[in-house]
């Protein structure tokens, strides 16, 4: 476990200190990369399927990737703010499980933490507009994924390790029991990993659950069990959640992103992309772009 956690590597977006108001109102974010907040100031929402998570002062709050929120502010919110790509060496993020907005109070190291980073990553705020439908765009990421280029690789080694400690904070082991209170099953998370790192190639259920030793209907149940979904849906999931991130990152054609995520024929993979995001891939991509 710990090798694989100290396999992944992100990639700075955006952060700096804001000051918001009641036009900080926007729904339906969902984004390509996570969030970390620090309040100093104020107060205002995250709205999520789940819940609604008040923003406070003294409080570090994070959205993983892919997270649908709706976020919001009455009146006034002073924020620290952190954006950045995750990459793993399996595809499963480290929030896999826990695809929620997560809340903790921030203690002295947190806020020197914040600061630090806008220290030496200076110039990294998103500077056009507060609006996730603004500055999610193709060519602000590759704007700001030049940027880290540019920076020298004692910046890079001290930004990583800023952003691993400010991700510890959210992971402890209270996170990684299911919702029932079991452990996750080794053949599982065994599948688990085994989808991210194949989805461009068919997986079937029933090979899957061969894979696994176990009836195909037995091996659904307890998917759904663990992870909340059955096996066609998590694949699915995963798939789109990958397109998503090809869409915003790269300028692949359909085709291309399809063959890439799996899917056998482009008209599938928009069937499935409008499904999972309520969009089709061009009007996803419409949102990306100027």
């Not at 918001?20 to 620090?38: C, G, H, M, Q, T």
Request: positive net charge.
């Amino acid at each position: 476990m710990h090798k694989r956690l100290l396999g992944h590597v992100f990639s700075l977006l955006h952060a700096d200190k804001v000051l918001l108001d009641e036009k900080w109102n926007y729904a339906d974010v969902v984004s390509p990369y996570f969030r970390i907040y620090y309040i100093d100031d104020g107060e205002g929402d995250i709205l999520s399927a789940r819940e609604r998570c008040r923003l406070e002062k003294g409080y570090l709050y994070i959205i993983p990737s892919f997270t649908l929120c709706h976020l919001r502010c009455d009146r006034y919110l002073s924020q620290y703010f952190l954006h950045f790509f995750e990459e793993s060496p399996d595809g499963i993020s480290l929030f896999e499980r826990d695809r929620k907005v997560m809340k903790v109070p921030a203690g002295k190291t947190d806020v020197g933490n914040f600061k630090r980073l806008l220290e030496i990553n200076p110039g990294r705020g998103i500077n056009r507009s507060d609006n996730p439908k603004i500055y999610e765009r193709n060519v602000y990421y590759k704007h700001y994924q030049e940027l880290n280029r540019l920076v020298s690789d004692a910046t890079v080694i001290e930004t990583q390790g800023i952003i691993y400690q400010l991700i510890s904070r959210f992971i402890g082991s209270e996170r990684f029991p299911a919702g029932d209170g079991d452990p996750m099953s080794s053949k599982i998370l065994a599948s688990i990993s085994y989808i991210q790192q194949n989805l461009k190639s068919p997986l079937a259920v029933s090979s899957l659950a061969q894979r696994a030793n176990l009836h195909p209907d037995y091996f659904s149940r307890i998917f759904l069990r663990y992870t909340g979904e059955r096996p066609l849906a998590y694949i699915h999931a995963k798939r789109i959640e990958r397109a998503q991130y090809l869409i915003a990152t790269t300028r692949l054609s359909y085709t291309q992103i399809a063959e890439t995520t799996g899917f056998e024929t482009l008209p599938y993979f928009s069937k499935i992309f409008k499904k999972v995001t309520s969009l089709t891939p061009g009007e996803y991509r419409r949102r990306n772009e100027l």
